[in-house]
């Protein structure tokens, strides 16, 4: 039995459709990722899933017996709940199962000869050991400090936390509550690496059930076996981690777009073949042309597939050829008397790709902060490189004036022209109506995006950025890491996303308790480093990033020309004979291309019988031209002999 059932659910929101007769199961043990663009409707599924909101039609259920833990991006508690109440929380039941026992010990007390007192209290034990009750301080100072929740902070109203730090907490609880269904929202969002890290590993050995919602590629091919793409109303199936989902994908849109393509020149061909066949005036080639102008009308085109926007702009100072970008020396800052940093020193050479990484505060932001003039060392120096412009995108993007819309925006911002307004907003893939929109009415990532605008145009040749992913979805993740690839220049950049800090990181500026471990290599060499205990730094200084170089556009002297077809010879009765012939096949191959495209409609919610039916139509389309071909030219040649 599935842990979880979805059948032909369907909802709307007003005269919105949201979800349209989507239908799969989650069998027991399954790690399913809920992937899609923001606003797809994945919290939405979620909400329906967890009963919070009800549904138009279709059927949801839950495996008998089986219990469901939640995870959401806003945990809601009550007022005055310090972080222990939420974390004890988990062993509700088990709180009640040992006050029983204590009353149960206090009658046993006054009635030391009644045997069932003691048979209850028996069953009593039973269950608390069940439910983990005499593990229960063991199990909260396990998971707490897996995901780094300082004993101080567990006597702390939950209502004061940050954001990360309620999502960690929500997190704990969910984990020691053991439920057999784990349902998460954005689980990483506000997590550290070391704490993503710990929790994939967690739900890697977690025997039960898991469905999330998530945008963090590395994270979901750590825990997940099974994608499940939300688009349209309706969702794809995946059965693979992020990274076949990726491949996959993309093999189907060109598959898809293969199949467009075949299918809109086929048409195209008939249409011509009809044409020619009319222009030839007898009454046997009119009927067959007719019969051509029938098929054609029945015929339906595949779908264009959707392709993302990819970014053709590039930017950044070309002729800043310093070599030396920052010198940082024995930087210290503390707050409250806590010390942040502790004589922080490094060098960033010209065009490094330079991650600061550590856990949540551990002075990032406040190092990014100092870098930028935005805060005051209490001791140290920084010195800049001549001509040195950096740009800084921090994690939350503000406009001076939200009310205007985008192309006002960088009239304004950047004193340029409407029509160089609309240039540049087109190139960020901001068109059409978008462009009138209002700032504030754009999305983080939207926001994100336009600021980037405003910036790539900057001769800069310095770029920081603070947590650039942070709840974007993948398509607007991907387009940043784009824009990012496309910069000439020097990148720092804090992140807590391993998929982008692997891509781009050359260098590791690692903060812990003050102090900066400078390693030159990737991120993944840094953790193997740090596993095998430290030691000796690498020393060698890297090559800046390669360019890509563009791959030659071929010329039609590179494309093979077909080979010429061979005259048929013979007389009118044996072309006649043929044409018959070709004609019955050319009938039976239109009643095969029409019956598997209805049992392509029929397998519309099965992906994989319906690539199965789409290449046997395929190859049935491609027979059926061929003998078009062959009928048209044998007709040609028999009204030359007549």
């Not at 199961?25 to 939405?44: F, H, M, R, S, Y």
């Not at 310090?82 to 062993?91: G, S």
């Not at 199949?259 to 007898?282: D, F, I, P, Q, V």
């Not at 990181?505 to 990737?522: K, M, P, Q, W």
Request: hydrophobic share 35%; with cysteine.
């Amino acid at each position: 039995m599935a842990d979880i059932t979805v059948q032909n659910l369907t909802k709307y929101y007003g005269d919105r459709l949201i979800l349209k007769d989507i239908s799969f199961d989650i069998q027991p043990g399954e790690k399913v990722a809920i992937l899609g663009a923001n606003g797809a409707g994945k919290t939405t599924l979620l909400n329906i899933l967890t009963g919070r909101l009800s549904y138009d039609g279709g059927h949801v259920a839950f495996g008998q017996g089986r219990t469901a833990g939640v995870i959401d991006q806003m945990p809601d508690f009550p007022p005055e709940s310090t972080v222990e109440d939420i974390l004890r929380l988990a062993f509700k039941e088990s709180d009640e199962v040992a006050a029983a026992m204590d009353a149960l010990t206090d009658e046993m007390t006054r009635k030391p000869d009644d045997a069932s007192l003691l048979k209850r209290y028996a069953q009593l034990e039973t269950r608390l050991e069940i439910l983990g009750g005499y593990n229960r301080d063991y199990e909260i100072n396990r998971v707490c400090n897996g995901l780094e929740i300082a004993q101080e902070m567990r006597s702390q109203k939950f209502d004061l936390l940050s954001g990360g730090e309620k999502t960690r907490i929500n997190l704990a609880r969910i984990i020691l509550e053991q439920t057999d269904v784990l349902l998460l929202d954005e689980p990483t969002n506000h997590l550290d690496m070391d704490a993503v890290d710990w929790l994939g590993n967690y739900l890697e050995n977690y025997r039960g059930t898991v469905l999330i919602i998530s945008h963090d590629r590395w994270f979901i091919d750590q825990c997940c076996d099974r994608v499940i793409e939300i688009h349209d109303c309706t969702c794809d199936f995946y059965n693979g981690n992020y990274s076949y989902y990726a491949v996959e994908r993309e093999r189907r849109r060109e598959e898809q777009l293969k199949h467009h393509e075949h299918e809109l020149a086929e048409k195209k061909r008939l249409e011509a073949t009809a044409r020619s066949m009319h222009e030839h005036g007898t009454e046997h080639l009119a009927k067959r042309a007719a019969s051509i102008e029938k098929r054609i009308a029945r015929m339906k085109v595949t779908d264009r597939p959707k392709t993302d926007k990819k970014m053709t702009v590039t930017f950044g100072d070309p002729n800043y050829e310093t070599e030396e970008v920052l010198k940082v020396r024995d930087i210290t800052k503390s707050y409250d008397g806590r010390e942040i940093l502790h004589n922080v020193s490094f060098n960033i050479r010209n065009r490094e790709r330079v991650a600061l990484l550590g856990a949540n505060g551990a002075g990032k932001t406040t190092m990014l902060k100092i870098l930028l003039g935005e805060e005051v060392p209490d001791g140290g120096v920084i010195r800049k490189g001549v001509g040195l412009k950096p740009a800084y995108l921090p994690q939350q993007v503000y406009f001076a004036n939200p009310h205007r819309n985008l192309i006002d925006t960088l009239i304004y911002d950047k004193n340029v022209s409407m029509q160089v307004a609309r240039n540049r907003l087109g190139s960020f893939q901001f068109t059409g109506e978008t462009q009138l929109k209002t700032v504030d009415m754009l999305s983080g990532g939207e926001k994100s995006r336009l600021r980037l605008c405003e910036l790539m145009y900057d001769p800069l040749n310095l770029l920081i950025l603070d947590e650039p992913t942070n709840h974007l979805d993948l398509a607007s993740r991907e387009w940043i890491e784009e824009a990012v690839e496309a910069f000439d220049g020097t990148l720092l950049f804090v992140s807590h996303d391993r998929y982008f800090v692997e891509r781009f990181a050359t260098r590791v500026l690692y903060l812990e308790n003050g102090h900066l471990t400078d390693f030159i290599g990737s991120y993944s060499a840094f953790l193997d480093w740090r596993a095998k205990g430290g030691g000796a730094l690498p020393e060698a200084t890297p090559a800046p990033a390669p360019k890509k170089k563009k791959a030659a556009v071929p010329t039609l002297d590179d494309v093979p020309k077909p080979p010429e077809k061979p005259k048929r010879t013979g007389g009118t009765k044996n072309l006649q004979k043929l044409l018959n012939t070709l004609e019955r096949e050319i009938s039976q191959l239109e009643t095969q291309s029409s019956d598997l495209e209805q049992q392509m409609v029929d397998a519309a919610s099965d992906s994989g019988k319906l690539l199965e039916l789409m290449t046997e139509k395929e190859a049935c389309d491609e027979k059926l031209a061929a003998k078009m071909d062959e009928w048209e030219a044998v007709a040609a040649e028999l009204e030359e002999l007549q």
